[in-house]
């Protein structure tokens, strides 16, 4: 098995394979663009279409450090910090929270099928008070989530 160097693009992947794969969580999220491929809205922060509609969620930014060991247990890997955000136009808090609630019972210790890497799993870290800004006339809520994902490599 070859070193992977940059865990990022491989987390990312395998975060939104596992919502996307969640009949009750998509439910409850817009369509993406078909020219993006359709699907459930779930987008990389920073790349959001300009015609996405809400219910949506953005993965990321990330930071990922080192956890290389020559001890025991995995030799290669890394820590990572991950943002995942409900982004919607619901004034309803109640639902909104119940959309949060779905997200963390997916990810919360949940072992992740990444790329590369023998060993990899969530956990949520912290979430962070909703805020809203104005975009073209339009109340946008957001509902930040911050999780710490943790990946290994055997040698």
Not at 74 to 101: C, F, I, Y
Not at 125 to 146: C, F, M, N, Q, W
């Amino acid at each position: 098995m070859s070193t992977a160097i940059l865990a990022m693009p491989r987390v990312l992947a395998a975060v939104r394979e596992l919502l996307v794969n969640d009949a009750q969580l998509t439910v409850r999220l817009s369509t993406a663009p078909t020219a993006l491929g359709g699907g459930p809205a779930i987008y990389t922060e920073g790349v959001v279409p300009p015609e996405a509609r809400s219910d949506y969620l953005t993965i990321g930014p990330f930071t990922e450090r080192s956890e290389s060991t020559m001890g025991d247990g995995p030799k290669w890997g890394s820590h990572l910090t991950m943002q995942l955000k409900l982004v919607t136009l619901s004034a309803d808090v109640g639902m909104n929270l119940m959309t949060l609630d779905r997200i963390v019972a997916l990810l919360h210790f949940a072992i992740l099928d990444v790329a590369d890497y023998t060993s990899s799993w969530a956990v949520l870290d912290v979430i962070v008070d909703a805020y809203e800004e104005t975009v073209s006339g339009k109340v946008l809520r957001h509902y930040p989530t911050l999780w710490s994902i943790h990946v290994g490599q055997q040698p």
